[in-house]
Structure formats: structure tokens, C-alpha cells
């Protein structure tokens, strides 16, 4: 905190902040008035510092270190007058830290750091809240007592957090965190839509919902509230030409402004009728004891105080005794009731107070007979001071005690007739604020801010979480407010143009746009200060308060500061104000404005205060000065950060200077505001002007248009970023002992400060180069005209701007400023240590902003070069070089620089520019004009010096992205200055700092873009990415004229790696897509091709075409020629094993293909069943081939045609007959036979000469040769030309490098992919023999490396998975297929395993036996029977490879296993459901299982139960449940564990029923085990029992598993067959 490095010093000499008076939060207090008599503030002396002074009418508070809130001054509501020398502790605050106090009239308010609200003092208002028991009796709350502020528009409600309080005299305002405003007391200055008051809990102002409340402020009886814009303007756009309201203006202003907030329009009589209502109040004499009740009354309304020679005559409808507020007439009061009557006091009291109110009103009058106009008018309004503080003379005392009365009529006998002929209403609520004169006929309303939320408006509740802005630590203040005001206003303290009260919040439109930072609310007049250090103030201006004599004054007038003044703080009193203001010095000054004290006789203090204390109105002072007046003792008091003012007091906060920190504070605040008020004047004085120039265009030009518009917008910005900052600056210092020095803006938002000064000053030389100022220099002359002079203060000459460069001296005055800051910040730094976080902070802000000094002037400098060159050579050929960014560095017209091997009366000049290399070839050396030119891009030249030869060549080879040339130096010095300015302006395009490299060390490697001239494959193409060495080489985009892109990897010029490429098709007026890999130019790998015909191709390609594995999608549902190919293509062709589906005809082909046309042994299934095998040519079937359809029908003969037999056959029907002889024909139209019909015989049970010619598989490819062009794809990736045949360490290094780069390229892969891929990304151990914990090692990385298709295996079973389930789902699927299907997976397996065994040569082959045999995957058990089992350890590729593939291909595979034996498991279906209808003894007894083993007891929820006859499905239920599981494996290996499981079960239900040595025996087992698959009720169990046969490791068929899964399969067939089940 910066206290706690003030104090530092202090602290080491002192120890204890008791035992000196601190040096900082020094609070000096005075009475109120001019210098006309010496003054002598009194210094009050605490041991702690004051953070916060607030003051009221009579008393005040100080918040000191700590939290700690201290009182003074008349504390009513105790009874005690406290000196300010020796404040009273508030001791019930203690314990909560106090971070904010506030004072009113009469009563007090804190805020706690948590947001919480404590209120004391008078409470006749309910300007202190509720508090505990009846509230009628709560006139006064001695003790700070919390004030719950609660949102009950939200459910449930929730506490509000509270960041501000402000308290007027009878009512208090609060700023949430959530920048809204909450109200409670009493009076249209709380802006609440209410009928009844006061208003005791907090309410949330309605009418400023949704708006960004920033600071309030409350004067006597009126708010203020200062408000963010709801609309920010750009910063970039300029605002209109500010224009003051001239006198007429603001009369119109006042005749348009008479209507209410809430809409009521006021008619002439309404007009008139501008009445008052107080509360009456009942206080206590600081005595206490011993002294009558004194009284006071409401004040007196216009209508019932006439003024001298007028007359009032009593209406006759109304009742005359009728009471009036502000701003509202209320209807005739109701009879009174006798329980009224019983609250009154006694009847002698009464008549005593009305006798001495009827004398101080007489004197009243006579006194406004003398009165000017603006007193008079004072003096009748409605909320003079007199409405709320009774004079000494009427009750002898300073303390006013206020009664309160109910609806009782009081007549008293006056004078002058009428006059006191009134009705004296004091209740203890207020009349309605909103019926404002409605008789008769119901007024017209209009809404005086359309679109605003009222009270009654229904809205969500919208929370918010930050801090009001302007006073956030983290954020910028915003400078686009506005200032609202609300209450009454007969003084015109609402700034509205007249006086007339307001209920809701009213913006004062003509401090829009004026960035108010700051208001401040006096008794009766207002004040707001400005961004720009000015004052504006409106209201009574009685004594002098406002500074100004400007009329009118209800409208806000600037008052008038003298030259060199710069507010920054104000404050407001009963009748004076308080400026805090900056002078020449770093020292601020105090002025004063209000009624000025002259020497007098000796007056007791207690009259003087009387005199005051009386005063009911501002009457106008006899002696006050016209304009703000120095206080001179002000010097005397320090660094002064704040100042306060309430009724008749004056107080301010000081600091000493220690250690320098606060002079260097001091410095930098005043210095920033200095800037943003020069700034402002630069904008306004002169650019704004321009701007606004309707015929400046063409003076300036198109360009510089631009240019100077560009200028502008970024003057603004800076000036937007300077107002904010100083205005945070002004913040900091007022709140300096609580905040800490790195909370400075110029430390945390330094790169903003920068970025903002840098783009200003580029604008600048832009503007500069371009010949700008010579052009606005013209323009300034037309424009300014008499204020001339004035901008000569601002460019501080003794005479006008009288050329181009002072105004160019001028613009570039900001640059200074960063002189400034490095100073300040470097003075800061000395006050801290070294090893501090704020010294290291201050430090390292003050180096950036001196670099960027630095880097400035020299860019300054630069532009001032480039504007002197372009002036020399002038002319049409060089102004198509001439661009406002470009900066000329160095330059050959002394042939300095020539080009090498150049003609003898060739001319070459050469001009490096900041951006670019320009070389000109001049017609002739005397002339300036050139006929051709190259430029050549800084940020694409390739710097490389070459050796120097004997000749004495001092060469450089420069290198550009179409062309490579050689510079020849006149001198070595020569050579290496354009050494230097190339290497440094590469260096600086390269981010390098431009301090220039050294000779050939700059960066190679770029990033940058280019369009293509020559000719080449890239001509007249743009590219966007990155270089090598003058070529293009990396990522980057390439853009061809025609509409071809590609984006991707570039190597050495030509597309090489991943890439994509859109391709446009002009005939179909669409363009084809490929995402793929690239090599030498040309497709080239794996990749996605979508084509412009709908065609989509993914798959392998070689030199741009298709060639190796891949899959065509051609077509759509609706189309004719729909179909997906899957297989080998050679030359863009297919060629080899691929599969064909068909869509549109329902057919799918696999088998052989050549040059696109089916060729070979294939295999075509139908969706009606239809199956087919044979050979194929030339596209068509020929040949020998066998066709089955659905229904068995089988023919085995020769073809010639797509289903069209012609040949030798033999037709086997379905019943057995045969047909052999010649057929001709279609399958589907008909066959034509000439041959012998044989009728199968009723004794051959068994055909062979059918199982003969129907055998499946003669035809089709071995499943050794399918897919063959996949596995190619795998070992191309592990960088093998053929299988097994390449450098295993190579192949390893392929996979680390395609696992790394798709980390890289792979944002979206979740935590677990990551995971995988960084244990994939380390190469195992390979080489060494593998044993059983190395064998489980190869076994877990074989499982991760197969979930990642980013890995070779990965894309392999992900690639063999598809081509499966393409093979063998969908509606061709065909039982027929399962042998094939079967022998594919085997096959799979198979080509697998050699892939693996070539990463890992250290496993055996398949079926050896391991070394060592602790534990191993595959367990095979010999000798079943034997007590000590033996095992051993063997390797099998499918117990390896099948978990990691048949998971993801059991679907098509078991799909056929159940179409295959769909028969045979309807039989055991049937079965299964029959036989389960019996009980669980019944079956027992039916299977032969004997009676020894049925279980007789059941266990239910813990419960042991005996086993009836009628119990079903209870008997053995655990080993029921776990051959269940069989449904939910996959591999073999799976369900033979489920079945093993199964069968220990079993044995541990029975084992405890037999003897020890119990060994089981078949015809034991197999009838229990019959039970236990009954009750198992699996499905599909052929199908399982089928796939395990199939697929199970060979070599566990003759262990104990293998007699475990037979008696499975001789249950299944036992149940099927069995014709006694």
C-alpha cells in the first residue's frame, strides 16, 4: 500500500505510530469564508492518518487507518458538542472496517468493507432506516445501528452489496455493486414512485435501472447522480462542434422544461402553485433534561405567504387550509378523530409555538420587502433552508427539536388577516408526490425518458458483479457520462433551466458529453467537474457559491478559473464551494468561492453560530467574490489530496512528502492533466475544425484526407486514453493511503499506453511524408482565424504557428510525454528497494516507455528524412513509390551500389526503403526519370555477403522468391553500411528489434506473402505462408487466378506433406476438394478426394493418382449408377481384390477386377439371397460357375452372360431331383434344358452327387489374397517397400514421427487420447527375445497402439474393419458367406501377426512355447486329471491379435453365425421354452440329475429358505447367471473363461454337499450342466458354440477348456436332437 511505504521511514525512526503524529491523512478544519480576515485552519491531531473526512451541518465524521470512524461537532442525537481537536470515538464500529463515511443534515451512514450499510443520527425522516421497536417512537438512533439493504425482486432475496453512500438532510442514497441506486426517507429527492413517507427500508430508483450509476451525491433537499452513457460513443468518431447555450437558448430551455418527470404537464395555475411541505421533527436539546419541548412548524407555502402589496383570496371550492408539497397540492384533509387528537402535546405548548412562529414570519415578510428579485425568489421557495432548520430566535437554542403532530387543525390569530388564516398539517406521512393538482378532469401524462423501467414496470433482475468503473482499480474511468439530477428545485439546483421540482431522476442534457468525472450537492446549488479540470455550477447563488455571476443560473455555467488553474476536486457547503486546483507549481491550491468574511467586533461564538443557524434561506451575502479566490495558507499545508465541505465548514486532507513518493505523485498527476487539457484544446482549436471543413477535401486531397482523418481518430484516442488516466490518477490520489503504487494504470495497462502512442505517432509521419503539414497549414489560416493566438499558447511560440514545421512540431508534442512518465516512474522506483515487487514493476514500466521514446524520435526522424527526399525527387514517376508507411533508409544515386555484370551504359539506382528494395534502371544518369522499376519486399530478401576476391569485388547475393542477383560496393565500407541497413530492416520486419544482424545470420526461415509474375507453375498466384531462402517451404496457402487454393506444407517450392486443395470445375460450376498428402507437387498418400460430379475417393494415390488401397463413393440414393467400391486400384484403375455394392440394383460383387472391369474368381450376392460364384471376364460372368438361390435351388454349369446360363449344368432343385443337360438363358426370366430330369430316391437319404457339384468356396479368392493392397498401406507407413522387406529401426521412427505430428496437428483429442499418444510416442523395447513379461508388454502396447488410428496398426484394423463390415453387412448379407468370412478373419490374423513379429523379431512363431512360464495370457493346462496340473506358456497369434479385432468385427460375423444356423437354434429354441415351464425339482428329476446334488436350501435377501417343489429358477442360480455372460463376450478366448467360470460355480455349490476328494465324472456332469444351459435361456447358443469352434486357439482343444466347451456344444445338441426332451 502506498501509507505503508510513506510510513516506512517514519516507522524506523518513530517504532510506533503512536509516538508521533503521523505525516500523512493530515486533516485541517475551518469555518467557511473568503480571505478578507486571516484564517487559521485547525489541525486535528490523531495517532492515526485520516482516510476520509465527511461533514453536516453541525457535526462530521473521520474515517482514520484501520476503519476506524471518529465523530465531532453537535451530536444531537446524544446530547453532546464534541470539538473537532478531540474527536469521539465511535465505539460500536468497532470490529467492522470501515471503509466510507457520510454525513446529512442531521444524521450519519458508514459503509463496511463486506457492503454493509450503518446509519445514526436524527431518524423524523426515516433518513436513518428502521431500527428495532416501534418506529413512530425512533426520532433520533444515537448508536450506528445496520441497515439491511435487500433486492426482493429476485427469489429468493438477496443482500445487496453496498460501494457508496451520500446523505442530504432528510433522506440517504446508496450505490450498489451492482451500479444501481437505492433511496430511503423521505421527499421527491429520493426519485421513488411513492404516496407514502417516509420511505424506511431501501428502494431501489427504478428510473435509473438498467444504467450505470457511477457516484451520487445529495445536496439539502435535491440528487445527483452521476451516469455512464448508455450509448459509448467511438472513440474514433469525432464529436460535433460544441456549441455553449446562449441566454435565449436557455429561456426557451426553461418554457419546454415545465412538465414533471413523470409526465404530469403543468398548467399557469399549476404553475403558481409551487407550495412546501416539511416534516415537522421532534429534537432533543443537547441537554436533555430540564427544558421544555420546543416545536416547530412546516414552513409557509406561496399561497399562504403573499408577498408586500398583494392580496390572497381563498379559493372557493378548495379548502384554504389545504397543505402543499414541492411539488404536489394535496386534496382537503379529512375531519380529525379523537385518537388523533390523543397524540397531541399539551394546549400551552401549541399556543406558545404559533405565537412565536407568527412573529418570525411577520419579520420574514418585512424582511423580503427589502430583497432583491433573486432573494425574494429565494426566500419563497419551496425547499429553502429555512423548510428544515427553525430558527435560535423561535427556540432559543441550536438544536432544532421538531414535533410531530397528527391531522389536527390549528387556528391562530394573525395580523394581517389571511395571511394566517391556514391549516398547519404536520402528519407522520406525507401526502401523495404524484397527484399533482388532478382536479377535475385527469391530466395529461407523457414520459419524460421513453423506454425507461418505473417503479410499477415489470423487468428481470439483472446482477452485475463489478465495482462502479470510475473508481475500479483494474479499469479505465469512463469520460462518456451523464449527470442526473432529482428533488426540488426553486433555486434552480437541478439544472434544468427552471425551478421546479422533480420526482425521478432527470439527465441535465447540456453536460452531455462534457465527461463529468465528478458532481458535488450543496444545500441549494450543485457542482460538476470535468475530465478538462472545469468547474460548471448552477443554484443559488446567493453568497457567491457558484464562481461565476453568469445568468441564468438554473442551467450549469462554467465557472471562471484564472490562466494556469486546473481543478481536480470539489466540494460543496451550505453556501460555498471548494475547488482543489493545480497551479505552476507540482503543489495543489486551495480557491474558495462564497460569501467573503469581514472584520467584525468580537462576536461570541454562540451568536455567530446562531446567526447562521437561523438564516432559514440563502439570503444574499452583502459581501462575495465574482470568481474562485486563493486560499493562502493553503501552501503552508502540505501535498493536499482532498477537500469537504458541509454546512459552515471547510476540511482537508494533506500529505508531507517522504521519501520523494508523494512529489513524484504529485508530478505525474498534475503533468497528465496539464496533457489532456492540451490535448483537448488541440483537438478542439484545430484539427476539429479541419475536420468539419466542408471544402477540405479538396484542398488536402484524397489521400491526405484519409491520412489526416486517420490522424484525428487516433488524437482522439490518445486523448481519450490521457483523460481517462489522469482522471484514475485524480482517483488515486484521493484514496493515496489505501491504494498501492502497482495498481497504477501506467503499470498494469502498459502495452495499451504504448500501442496507443505508437499508432498516434505513425499517423503523424504518415501524415508528414505525404506533405500533409504543408497543406494543413494553409487550412489552419482559413480556419482559426482570430484564435490564432491561441493555439500559439498551445505550440507555446511567441507568435502564431507561422510554417508547416511548428505544426509539425506541435503534433508530434505527445512524444514528450513518454519523457515524462520514464521519469516519474524512475523517481517512484528509488523510494522502494530493489528486491520489491513495485520497484521490479516501476523498473521494468519505466524501461518500455523509454524504448518506446527512443524508437519514436527515430522514427520521427525518418519521416522527416522521407519527406526531404520526395521533395528533392519530385515528379509523376516517383510518386507511384511514394506511400505513407514507406520510410527511405539508403539510397545509390552517388553509385554507391551498382548491379553486377550491368551494361557499361546501363544506369541502376538502388533505394531501400523500411518495406521494400526498390531498383530503378534510369534512361540516362543526368536525368531524374526512370523507365522501369522492381520492388523487391524487405521482409523477402535473403542478405548473404560473399567472400571478397582478389579483384577487390565487394559483392552481396540477394535472393527473392522468383529471382536471384549480386550487388557490387564502390568501397568495403560501402558494402558493409548496406550490409547493416539490410540485415537491421530485416531484423525489424522479422520482430528482431531492428538493431541490425550481423552480416548472413538473419533468419532464413519466414513468414510472409507474395504475389508470383513469372512463368512456372505458380504464375500470377498469391501465397501467404511460409519462405526458406527465397522459396516457399513450410504451411502456407497458395491461390491460383483460375480459383484453385491449396493450404497445406510446402517443401522446396512445390507441395510436399499434408495438404488441402479446393479445385474448381467450370462445366459443373462447382469445385472438388482433396485432404490429403503431397510429394514433389502431386498427390501422393493417403487422402480424401471429393470430386465436383459428388464422387468422394478415400484411399492411397501415387503421382496424382489413385494407387493402392481406397474406397469410392460414387453417386447418391436417387441416382441410377449409386454404388461404394472398396479395394485395390492401380494407375487410377481397379485392379486386384475389391468389393462392389451396387445400391441402386441390390447387388454386391467381390472378387478380381482389372482396368476398371470385373476379372476373375469373385463372388455376387443379391438382396433376394441370390449367390453366386465363378469367374468373371471382360465385366461379365464366364464360365464355369455355381449359383444358389434362397430357396437351395442350386446350378453348377457354365455362363456367358451376367445370370445368363449357356452350357453344360446340372440344376439341383430344392426337394433333391436333379436336372443335368445343356441350358441356355436368364436365371430370372428362365432356362432352357435339353437334358435328363433325375427324381431324387426315397431310400437315398444322403445325395452325394449333390455335396459333389454344391461345395462352396471352389470358386472365390483365397482369403490369403484379399486385401492384400491394405496391408501394402501398413508397411508403406512403417516405411517398407514390401512386407518385411526394410530397416525395422526406420519403421519405428516412421511411427514416433506420425504419432508426434498428429499431437501436434490434433487440438480437439481429449485427455486420454493425449495420454495414449505420449506413451505411444516412446519407442519400446524390440530387439530383445521376448519372454512372458515382456510377451504382456507387447500385448498392452499392441492395445493401445490399435485405439488410435494415428498409428500404423491403429489405420490398420481401423481400415480392416471397414472393408469387413463393407464386405459383409447390409441387405445382401448371405449365410453363405460364413465360411469366407470365417477364413477372412483367420486371415487377418494371419498377415497381422507378420507385421508384428517384424517390430518385435523377438516373437516366436505361432504355437512356440516361451522361455519361462511364471503366468502368460495363454495358459494350456495338460493332464487335467492329475493332482499337480502343469502349465505352460504358448505363443498363439489369435489368443494375441483376436481381443483387438473381433470386438469391433463380431457384429457381421455373428450376424452370419445366426442366419447360418438359424434352424437348428429355432429347434433348441422351442426346447429351451417348453422345457422351462417346469420347476426346478421336476427338471432335476426329468434330466436324470440325481438326488444328491439338488440343492434344498435358497438364500433370499440374506435368508436361508428351504427349496419346494413348486420353486422355479432358484436352483443353482449363480452359475445360471455367469454362463449368461457367454452373450456379452466376443473372442473366444472370452467365452471359454465364461464357461470355465461357469463350471467352478457349479462345483461350489455341489462341493459342500460331498466329500472331501468329490472328482467329478461325466454322467454326473452332464445332466447338471444340461439343467444349468436350460436355465440359462441363451438365445443364440448355436451360433456362440459355433463361433468358439471356428475361432478358438487350436492348441487349448485337448485341454481342460477344450472338454469344457464340448460338453457345452453336447448340451446344445442334446437339447436340439434329443426327441425324449
Known amino acids: 500500500m502506498i501509507a505503508e511505504g510513506m510510513e516506512s521511514e517514519e516507522q524506523s525512526l518513530a517504532g510506533e505510530r503512536a509516538s508521533a503524529p503521523p505525516k500523512h491523512g493530515l486533516l485541517h478544519i475551518w469555518q467557511s469564508g473568503g480571505p478578507s480576515e486571516p484564517l487559521s485552519p485547525e489541525r486535528v491531531l490523531l495517532s492515526q492518518c485520516v482516510l476520509q473526512v465527511a461533514l453536516g451541518e453541525h ?32 465505539v460500536s464500529l468497532r470490529g467492522t472496517t470501515v471503509v466510507h463515511v457520510a454525513c446529512g443534515g442531521f444524521h450519519c451512514g458508514a459503509l463496511s468493507e463486506q457492503g454493509g450499510v450503518f446509519m445514526w443520527g436524527e431518524n423524523t425522516a426515516g433518513q436513518c432506516g428502521p431500527t428495532e421497536g416501534d418506529l413512530d417512537s425512533n426520532v433520533t438512533v444515537a448508536e450506528p445501528y445496520p441497515l439491511a439493504v435487500v433486492d426482493c425482486e429476485v427469489v429468493p432475496p438477496v443482500m445487496v452489496r453496498i460501494v457508496d453512500l451520500a446523505c442530504g438532510r432528510e433522506h440517504s442514497l446508496a450505490l450498489s455493486a451492482q451500479n444501481e441506486l437505492w433511496a430511503w426517507g423521505s421527499g421527491c429527492q429520493l426519485g421513488l414512485v411513492t404516496s407514502n413517507f417516509p420511505v424506511w427500508k431501501p428502494q431501489k430508483v427504478e428510473h435509473l435501472a438498467g444504467r450505470h450509476v457511477i457516484q451520487v451525491a445529495c445536496g439539502a433537499y435535491h440528487s445527483l447522480a452521476l451516469v455512464r452513457c448508455l450509448h459509448l460513443q467511438n472513440p474514433n468518431t469525432p464529436k460535433p462542434p460544441e456549441r455553449r447555450p446562449s441566454k435565449r437558448d436557455e429561456l426557451f430551455a426553461a418554457e419546454d422544461a415545465h412538465y414533471c418527470p413523470l409526465g404530469v404537464e403543468l398548467t399557469e395555475n399549476m404553475r403558481a402553485e409551487t407550495s412546501v411541505r416539511r416534516h415537522s421533527r421532534q429534537r432533543l436539546h443537547p441537554a436533555g433534561i430540564g427544558r421544555e419541548s420546543q416545536a416547530d412548524l412546516s414552513p409557509y407555502s406561496k399561497e399562504n405567504v403573499p408577498l408586500a402589496g398583494t392580496e390572497t383570496e381563498p379559493d372557493e371550492h378548495a379548502d384554504p387550509l389545504t397543505q402543499t408539497d414541492s411539488c404536489t397540492t394535496s386534496s382537503p384533509l379529512p375531519a380529525l378523530t379523537d385518537k388523533k387528537k390523543a397524540a397531541l402535546p399539551n394546549e400551552l405548548v401549541l399556543h406558545n409555538l404559533l405565537q412565536k412562529l407568527s412573529g418570525h414570519s411577520l419579520e420574514r415578510q418585512q424582511n423580503r420587502r427589502l430583497g432583491d428579485a433573486d432573494s425574494l425568489s429565494s426566500h419563497t421557495s419551496d425547499d429553502s433552508y429555512a423548510s428544515s432548520t427553525p430558527s435560535n430566535d423561535l427556540f432559543n437554542t441550536s438544536c432544532e427539536t421538531d414535533l410531530i403532530f397528527s391531522n389536527e387543525v390549528v387556528r391562530s390569530s394573525s395580523l394581517e388577516g389571511p395571511l394566517w388564516k391556514k391549516k398547519v398539517m404536520l402528519e407522520h406521512k406525507s401526502s401523495s408526490l404524484t397527484d399533482i393538482n388532478q382536479k377535475g378532469k385527469t391530466a395529461n401524462r407523457r414520459f419524460s425518458l421513453p423506454g425507461t423501467p418505473t417503479h410499477a414496470t415489470q423487468r428481470k433482475k439483472q446482477h452485475c458483479g463489478s465495482k462502479p468503473s470510475s473508481f475500479s482499480e483494474d479499469s479505465f474511468p469512463s469520460l462518456e457520462t451523464e449527470v442526473w439530477s432529482w428533488g426540488r428545485g426553486s433555486e434552480g439546483q437541478l439544472g434544468h433551466g427552471d425551478q421546479l421540482a422533480r420526482l425521478q431522476p432527470l439527465c441535465i442534457k447540456c453536460l452531455t458529453g462534457e465527461e463529468v468525472i465528478k458532481v458535488a450537492a450543496g444545500s441549494h446549488h450543485s457542482l460538476a467537474l470535468t475530465a478538462q479540470c472545469q468547474v460548471y455550477s448552477w443554484g443559488s447563488n446567493m453568497c457567491g457559491q457558484l464562481g461565476h455571476v453568469n445568468s441564468p443560473v438554473t442551467v450549469p455555467q462554467q465557472t471562471k478559473l484564472s490562466d494556469g488553474l486546473r481543478a481536480w476536486d470539489v466540494s460543496a457547503g451550505q453556501s460555498h464551494s471548494l475547488l482543489l486546483a493545480d497551479a505552476d507549481g507540482v503543489q495543489p491550491v486551495l480557491l474558495y468561492c462564497g460569501q467573503q468574511q469581514e472584520p467584525r467586533s468580537k462576536p461570541s461564538e454562540t451568536s455567530c453560530r446562531r446567526s447562521r443557524s437561523c438564516q432559514r434561506s440563502p439570503n444574499r451575502a452583502e459581501s462575495y467574490s465574482v470568481r474562485p479566490t486563493l486560499m493562502p495558507f493553503c501552501m503552508e499545508m502540505g501535498y493536499i489530496s482532498s477537500v469537504c465541505s458541509g454546512g459552515h465548514k471547510c476540511a482537508l486532507l494533506a500529505n508531507h512528502n517522504i521519501s520523494g513518493l508523494t512529489l513524484a505523485l504529485y508530478e505525474l498527476a498534475p503533468g497528465e492533466r496539464k496533457f489532456y487539457c492540451w490535448l483537448s484544446n488541440v483537438r478542439k482549436l484545430l484539427l476539429m475544425p479541419i475536420f468539419n471543413k466542408e471544402n477540405a477535401r479538396p484542398s488536402l486531397g484524397e489521400l491526405c484526407t484519409r491520412l489526416f482523418n486517420s490522424l484525428y481518430k487516433t488524437l482522439v484516442r490518445l486523448s481519450i486514453l490521457i483523460g481517462q488516466h489522469s482522471t484514475s490518477l485524480t482517483h488515486f490520489l484521493h484514496n493515496v493511503l489505501r491504494r498501492d503504487v502497482t495498481s497504477l494504470h501506467l503499470l498494469t495497462h502498459v502495452q495499451h499506453f504504448l500501442d496507443v502512442y505508437t499508432e498516434y505517432c505513425s499517423a503523424v509521419g504518415d501524415f ?95 519521416a522527416e528524412v522521407t519527406f526531404l527526399f520526395w521533395k528533392t525527387h519530385s515528379g509523376k514517376n516517383t510518386e507511384a513509390l511514394r506511400l505513407p508507411q514507406r520510410r527511405v533508409l539508403c539510397e545509390s ?40 522499376y522492381r520492388v523487391y519486399p524487405v521482409n523477402l530478401l535473403w ?46 520486419v522479422l520482430s528482431g528489434g531492428g538493431q541490425g544482424s550481423s552480416p548472413g545470420i538473419t533468419a532464413m526461415s519466414r513468414t510472409a506473402s507474395y504475389t508470383f509474375t513469372g512463368e512456372g507453375r505458380f504464375k500470377d498466384a498469391q501465397y501467404s505462408g511460409s519462405w526458406l531462402a527465397g522459396r516457399v517451404h513450410g504451411r502456407g496457402t497458395m491461390r491460383w487466378p483460375d480459383g484453385r487454393t491449396y493450404t497445406g506444407n510446402f517443401t522446396n517450392g512445390l507441395e510436399d506433406g499434408f495438404g488441402e486443395c479446393m479445385i474448381p470445375d467450370k462445366l459443373l460450376n462447382k469445385a472438388g476438394c482433396y485432404q490429403g498428402h503431397w510429394r514433389d507437387g502431386k498427390i501422393h498418400g493417403f487422402g480424401v478426394y471429393r470430386y465436383a460430379t459428388g464422387e468422394v475417393y ?38 486386384g481384390y475389391g468389393v462392389y455394392d451396387d445400391i441402386t440394383r441390390g447387388d454386391k460383387y ?60 446340372v440344376l439341383f432343385l430344392a426337394n433333391g431331383d436333379t436336372l443335368e443337360g445343356h441350358f441356355s438363358g436368364e436365371w430370372s426370366a428362365g432356362l432352357k434344358v435339353d437334358g435328363v430330369y433325375t427324381k431324387l430316391a426315397a431310400d437315398d437319404v444322403e445325395d452325394k452327387h449333390r455335396k459333389k457339384f454344391i461345395r462352396l468356396g471352389q470358386f472365390v479368392v483365397a482369403a490369403d489374397e484379399r486385401w492384400l493392397c491394405v496391408f501394402d498401406e501398413c508397411w508403406r507407413r512403417l516405411g517398407c517397400d514390401t512386407a518385411n522387406n526394410g530397416d525395422r529401426t526406420t519403421a519405428w521412427e516412421n511411427i514416433a514421427v506420425s504419432i508426434s505430428s498428429a499431437r501436434r496437428h490434433s487440438p480437439d483429442l481429449s485427455r486420454s487420447q493425449s495420454k495414449v499418444l505420449e506413451c505411444l510416442e516412446c519407442i519400446p523395447h524390440h530387439a530383445d527375445a521376448v519372454t512372458s513379461t515382456s510377451y504382456d508388454n507387447i500385448r498392452k502396447y499392441l492395445t493401445k497402439a490399435c485405439e488410435t488410428p494415428f498409428h500404423p496398426l491403429g489405420w490398420l484394423v481401423e481400415t480392416l474393419v471397414t472393408v469387413y463390415r463393407m464386405t459383409y453387412l447390409g441387405v445382401e448379407s448371405n449365410h453363405r458367406l460364413l465360411r469366407e468370412a470365417v477364413n477372412e478373419v483367420q486371415a487377418y490374423v494371419k498377415h497381422f501377426y507378420s507385421i508384428v513379429r517384424f517390430l518385435f523379431p523377438g516373437l516366436p512363431d505361432d504355437g512356440s512355447v516361451l522361455p519361462d512360464t511364471p503366468i502368460s495370457p495363454c495358459r494350456i493346462r495338460y493332464s487335467s486329471y492329475s493332482e499337480e496340473p502343469s502349465f505352460v506358456s504358448v505363443v498363439s497369434c489369435s489368443t494375441l491379435l483376436l481381443p483387438l479385432l473381433l470386438p469391433q468385427l463380431y457384429q457381421p460375423l455373428f450376424m452370419l453365425y445366426c442366419l447360418h444356423d438359424e434352424q437348428q437354434d429355432a429347434q433348441y429354441w422351442e426346447r429351451i421354452i417348453r422345457l422351462n415351464k417346469q420347476p426346478d425339482q421336476s427338471l432335476l428329476s426329468f434330466l436324470g440329475v440325481q438326488q444328491k446334488f439338488w440343492p434344498k436350501w435358497m438364500s433370499v435377501l440374506g435368508e436361508k429358505k428351504e427349496i419346494v417343489s413348486s420353486s422355479k429358477d432358484v436352483s443353482f442360480s449363480s452359475a445360471v447367471e455367469t454362463l449368461q455372460q457367454i452373450s456379452t463376450t466376443f473372442t473366444p478366448s472370452d467365452k471359454l473363461q465364461v464357461i470355465q467360470n461357469t463350471f467352478e460355480e457349479l462345483t461350489q455349490k455341489i462341493k459342500p454337499t460331498q466329500d472331501t476328494d468329490f472328482l467329478w465324472c461325466m454322467d454326473d456332469l452332464l445332466p447338471l450342466f444340461l439343467y444349468i444351459v436350460l436355465r440359462a435361456r441363451i438365445r443364440n447358443l448355436g451360433a456362440e458354440v459355433s463361433l468358439i469352434e471356428d475361432l478358438m486357439d487350436p492348441n487349448l482343444q485337448h485341454g481342460e477348456l477344450g472338454l469344457m466347451f464340448t460338453t457345452l456344444k453336447a448340451c446344445y445338441m442334446q ?6 426332451i
Open 1098 to 1135: 478415400e484411399g492411397c494415390f501415387n503421382d496424382g493418382q489413385r494407387h493402392g488401397y481406397g474406397m469410392l463413393r460414387s453417386g447418391k440414393m436417387d441416382k441410377t449408377s449409386s454404388g461404394v467400391f472398396i479395394g485395390q486400384w492401380v494407375c487410377d484403375k481397379r485392379t
Open 768 to 862: 508528414q511524408v505525404m506533405g500533409g503539414f504543408h497543406l494543413l497549414h494553409k487550412l489552419s489560416l482559413e480556419c482559426l482565424g482570430s484564435k490564432q493566438a491561441r493555439l500559439a499558447q498551445l505550440s507555446e511560440l511567441d507568435q502564431s504557428v507561422s510554417s508547416d514545421d511548428d505544426l509539425g512540431s506541435l503534433l508530434y508534442r505527445p512524444m514528450q510525454q513518454l519523457q515524462r512518465y520514464t521519469r516519474v516512474l524512475l523517481t517512484l522506483e528509488s523510494c522502494y528497494d530493489e528486491f520489491t515487487t513495485e520497484y521490479q514493476s516501476l523498473h521494468q514500466s519505466a524501461m518500455q516507455y523509454e524504448h518506446l521514446f527512443a524508437t519514436l524520435l527515430r522514427k520521427k526522424k525518418e
Open 943 to 988: 542478405v548473404k555477403p560473399l567472400p571478397e576476391n582478389n579483384s577487390g569485388c565487394y559483392a552481396i547475393k540477394m535472393s527473392c522468391p522468383e529471382e536471384t542477383f549480386i550487388l557490387v560496393a564502390s568501397t568495403a565500407q560501402e558494402k558493409n553500411k548496406w550490409l547493416h541497413f539490410l540485415n537491421q530492416e530485416v531484423d525489424r
Open 59 to 90: 457535526h462530521g465524521l473521520l474515517l482514520a487507518q484501520g476503519g476506524v470512524v471518529y465523530s465531532f461537532g453537535e451530536l444531537l442525537w446524544r446530547g453532546l458538542s464534541v470539538p473537532p481537536s478531540s474527536p469521539l470515538l465511535e
Open 1150 to 1209: 467381390m472378387g478380381m477386377w482389372l482396368d476398371d472391369e470385373r476379372h476373375g474368381s469373385a463372388v455376387v450376392v443379391t438382396q433376394y439371397g441370390v449367390y453366386y460364384e465363378g469367374n468373371f471376364r471382360e465385366n461379365k460372368m464366364s464360365g464355369p460357375g455355381l449359383l444358389v438361390s434362397d430357396d437351395d435351388t442350386a446350378f453348377h454349369g457354365e455362363f456367358s452372360e451376367d445370370w445368363t446360363a449357356n452350357g453344360k449344368g
Open 893 to 932: 544515386s552517388n553509385r554507391t551500389l551498382t548491379l553486377q555484370g550491368a551494361g557499361r551504359f546501363s544506369n541502376h539506382w538502388f533505394i531501400l526503403f523500411n518495406d521494400a528494395l526498390v531498383h530503378i534502371q534510369r534512361a540516362a544518369p543526368p536525368k531524374i526519370l526512370f523507365s522501369t
Open 1615 to 1620: 437339447i436340439q436332437l434329443e426327441s425324449t
